[in-house]
């Protein structure tokens, strides 16, 4: 079966240190991939997404990740770390062509970021 | 506009027993998702409806089941409930469920004690 492996299950950093969080999926074909976050007592949000193209993506507070097929990997990045960024990171992929149903995603199971002040 | 609304927030019941839980998505929002969260498996899809059908369903027994109604709110039934079903059940909704320009809002979830 697909899974979705998070290789960190708490990181702790203190603030200005550089952040890489792993990811690795064991699918071979199409991936659809994405990287959401929880903050403390807040909902689940997306960070950032890769459907094709530039294997780099962009998302939001500074974060990014790379998509390296011949790794199935999609680690998570960020160059300096702030307190809030204090959360629980999830990567997830979707299975199929671009455009597929983001509905049905296979989580991984968080990676638990604690930043000291 | 308001977010994903999920009702109750929290739930006790004993073994045996069934639950319905509710959740209404972002207004102009078709598809629905479910996920179970526990601290054990993380998040495990449960199932997904689009204009009332369901279109991908994960694996999870019978005993698991949801409906969409009309105006897209969605809920979902657990029966003969189990201890192991204790969880933090968590709804997700977006416009037509894909595509590059989406992406999902989830809801502050259920969360279901079972004794």
């Known amino acids: 079966a697909q899974s979705v492996s998070q290789h960190n299950h708490h990181v702790i950093l203190s603030e200005a240190a550089s952040l890489e969080l792993g990811c690795n999926y064991s699918?071979?074909?199409?991936?659809?991939l994405f990287w959401y976050v929880q903050y403390p007592g807040q909902h689940l949000q997306l960070l950032l997404k890769?459907?094709?193209?530039?294997?780099l993506v962009k998302g939001i507070k500074g974060f990014e990740a790379e998509f390296i097929k011949s790794k199935f990997s999609f680690n998570l990045r960020k160059p300096s770390v702030q307190w809030s960024d204090t959360a629980e990171y999830f990567c997830?992929?979707?299975?199929?062509?671009?455009?597929?149903?983001?509905?049905?995603?296979?989580f991984g199971k968080g990676t638990k970021l604690s930043v000291k002040p | 506009k308001a977010g994903v609304t999920q009702t109750p927030r929290y739930l006790i019941k004993t073994r045996g027993q069934q639950v319905t839980l509710s959740c209404s998505p972002i207004s102009g929002h078709r598809s629905v998702s479910w996920y179970q969260q526990t601290p054990g498996q993380g998040l495990q899809f449960l199932f997904e409806y689009f204009s009332e059908t369901q279109r991908n369903k994960g694996n999870f027994p019978g005993r698991f089941s949801g409906r969409q109604f009309s105006n897209s709110r969605s809920e979902m039934n657990v029966s003969t409930l189990e201890l192991g079903d204790s969880a933090l059940y968590l709804c997700?909704?977006?416009?037509?469920?894909?595509?590059?320009?989406?992406?999902?809002?989830f809801g502050s979830g259920t969360q279901l004690s079972v004794l």
């Open positions: 997700a909704s977006s416009f037509q469920g894909g595509g590059h320009n989406e992406k999902l809002f």
């Open positions: 997830a992929v979707n299975l199929g062509p671009s455009g597929g149903s983001q509905g049905n995603l296979i």
């Open positions: 890769y459907f094709s193209g530039d294997p």
């Open positions: 699918y071979g074909g199409t991936v659809n």
